[in-house]
């Protein structure tokens, strides 16, 4: 292997998941790999370790929730914004009154539209074969 270990590959062989024989020869052979490798085994180390508390921050956390059981928050409005929503929406609804519906009225050409589109909806004739009637009619030429 001419070509240095990956950071994925020396993070793997750290934690164990990666067993490559070839990985084995290139670390025999090359420090600074080796190093490298040293480095991460040195911060998995010390990443594993249990950070050091002292007992005054314990029971200055400890204080802290006992003041907060024997003195609950005070008690929110959190209802007002959907009630605020709820009236509004009740006043727009008594002050808005809907148009009532109209019937749609029919023009001369909407009959002709309607005919046309019915006459088209019962033709046997694919609709495809339309352009190629124009190809052979007759335009008074």
Known sequence: MNRHLTTDELIDRVYGL????DLSAHLRECPECV???E???????EAAQAAPVSNEFLAAQRRAIYSRIEKPAPRRLHWLPALAAAAALAVVAL???APAPQAPRL??????????????EQ???????????????????
Request: hydrophobic share 40%; aromatic share 8%; net charge negative.
């Open 107 to 120: 023009d001369p050409s909407d009959a002709q539209l309607f005919s046309e589109v019915y006459s088209m």
């Open 35 to 37: 190093a490298r490798m």
């Open 18 to 21: 990666n067993e490559d024989a």
């Open 123 to 141: 033709s046997t004739e694919p609709a495809a074969a339309a352009p190629i009637h124009q190809l052979f009619e007759d335009d008074g030429q």
């Open 39 to 45: 480095a991460a085994r040195i911060r998995r180390r």
């Open 95 to 97: 002050v808005y009154k």
